[in-house]
């Protein structure tokens, strides 16, 4: 196998962060094109600094703790305490898990390494 052939792989495959865990087929369920894809993102997450603007909501210390979640396998354990129906159907924003970036990203780079497409989330500041 080539140095492409095994960069793909890796980035086609889960990492400690990325492992969907007992949740991974719910990722088999999801639709195939991108927006579509971003729209179920946005539909189970709420970004926890712009939930009192955009929502006029107000998070509790213990709802935007939920932005220190790492692991996808824990976001989607926290998801689904805070609503059962599967990923594609959109939650009130205040049954959405409330986040930071690096969770739409991460979650959107699961959802992509799932269907095969190499993917991996870069969250930070870069030079």
């Known amino acids: 196998m080539s140095a492409v052939e095994n960069l793909k792989e890796y980035y086609q495959g889960h990492g400690p962060m990325t492992a969907p865990g007992t949740h991974a087929a719910e990722f088999n369920k ?40 790492r692991p996808l396998a824990q976001m989607m354990s926290r998801i689904y305490a805070l609503d059962s129906h599967p990923l594609t159907k959109p939650r009130e924003p205040g049954r959405r898990l409330p986040s930071v970036c690096r969770h739409f990203s991460l979650m959107l780079a699961v959802m992509l390494q799932t269907q095969g497409i190499p993917a991996r989330s870069r969250c930070g500041f870069g030079a």
Do not use: W
Not at 35 to 52: F, K, N, S, T, Y
């Open 30 to 69: 999801l639709p195939t094109n991108l927006a579509a894809l971003c729209e179920v993102v946005q539909g189970v997450l709420i970004h926890r600094d712009m939930a009192p603007f955009l929502y006029n909501l107000n998070l509790s210390k213990e709802q935007r703790d939920d932005g220190n979640i």
